[in-house]
């Protein structure tokens, strides 16, 4: 009897359930992947092995995310394993056209499925003033991510950039691969599957950055924006008309870091995770809040969603408009950043925060002569105050998108400015800190750890490489208590899992 009950719990435990989400930075997701670490490493020697195990537990961790809905992914990987091979032995022309755009269709066709149908119904209610029923659809974690990584494969094929893989094997471990399945790294099949044909290999600052990123992401995660969310920002974007300015202004401030923090981690804990089976994903994040204009923002946040757009739809648009000039540049950013905004969700505040960031950019191209002549007449460009200032006024304009980024209510985004410019109380900054010392404390550490240089992190790396394995055991312990310290009975999702 009692046997039995012990297996229906393990039962209860490895089954899908839509309210219990696998997460990185639960305590059941390392469990089980410190026994496939063991395995994984015992079977390093034999790649049929090794790349069986990756798919079988890349399987069953998206299973654990998005239940029958997994076979949406190996429908994707079948579809465009053959478009791919179809599409390179097709001569130019019509034809291969044909079955490049199909494959497009497919692809765009499944994600507008799942992501948008209830939102153009909402806008045919709102223009016909109808009642269609919005349809019960599950939005499958993560599939953005792998339709617009299963996608570059396709466009590069198409554009002889290169060659398909002949292994469907090789493929489906590029699809289905779990470390960054839900929130990316959106990695680029030129880049992965070449790495699949070399040799396992882990050296001692492979080690080392991998602990160094695996540690990072989990404090990101739990030690902040977990517990930043759940004990300050929330509250105050609640209901922002109860609290001063000053205090929506930090919960503004909060909400940035939060959100950084939420998705940097998210994604350190993916390539350290990779790296520590032997594989390189692209890094996803490069100090976005030292950047100094939204332009250098975009270079350092959210990078592989950045490079696709850049490659596969600002060029392209860019060179479609260049008989305008100085336009071409205009129009493409703009529309760029508009499909960047919907890419994120089906929401008319994704969309206006898209089109902010065109703005943005767009201002940005335009100015970008005559800030250059100022600044060289006045002998200031390059220099540390001037970077400084831009750096500080970049800020303020991101934290302000993410505003419109964070409510769907844009009611809401008024309310809390209203209450910044009508009620800023900045002489309460001593209570505050008094009244929420841990809230105070993790937001400076936050962005004190955001801005240590290249060189000391290099540095941390190399010293966590060279520890011996009782070290690395130690460290990473210590690390996984103090975050198990600060996370609520069960983990947070990440905000970027409905993306």
Known sequence: MGGTIHLDKIWELLKFNPSDTLLFHSSLFFFLFFGFLLLYNFSAKHKNARFFLIILFSLYFYY?????????????????????????????????????????????????????????????????????????????????????KAMSYIIDIYMEMMEPTKSFRNFCVFIFFFPNIQLGPIERAANFLPQLEEDYELTNKDIGKALFLISAGLLKLSLISDYLNANFVSQIFDWPERYTGFQNLLATYAYTLQLYCDFSGYSDLAIGIALMMGYKLMDNFNSPFKATSVADFWRRWHISLSKWLLDYLFKPLQIKFRRLKMLSNVIALFVTFLICGLWHDAGWNYIIWGALHGVY??????????????YNKLKINNTKPLKFIQGVITFHLIAFSFLIFRFSDLERVKAVLSQIISYFHGEIYMQFIEKLPLISGLMLLGFIAHFIPVKAEEKIKDAIGNMPLIGKIILLSVVIFIAAQFKSANPIAPTYFQY
């Open 361 to 374: 950019m767009s201002v940005g191209v335009l100015l970008q002569k005559p800030k250059n002549y100022i």
């Open 64 to 148: 654990k995310s998005a239940g029958y809905l997994a076979g949406i992914l190996i429908v994707s990987a079948a579809v465009n394993f053959f478009f791919g091979a179809i599409i390179h032995r097709t001569p130019y022309g019509g034809l291969r056209r044909f079955y490049f755009i199909l494959a497009l269709f497919i692809n765009l066709g499944i994600l507008a499925y799942f992501k948008y149908t209830n939102f153009v119904i909402q806008i045919i209610n709102g223009i016909r003033e109808s009642q269609l029923e919005p349809l019960e659809i599950f939005l499958p974690i993560g599939i953005s991510f792998y339709t617009f």
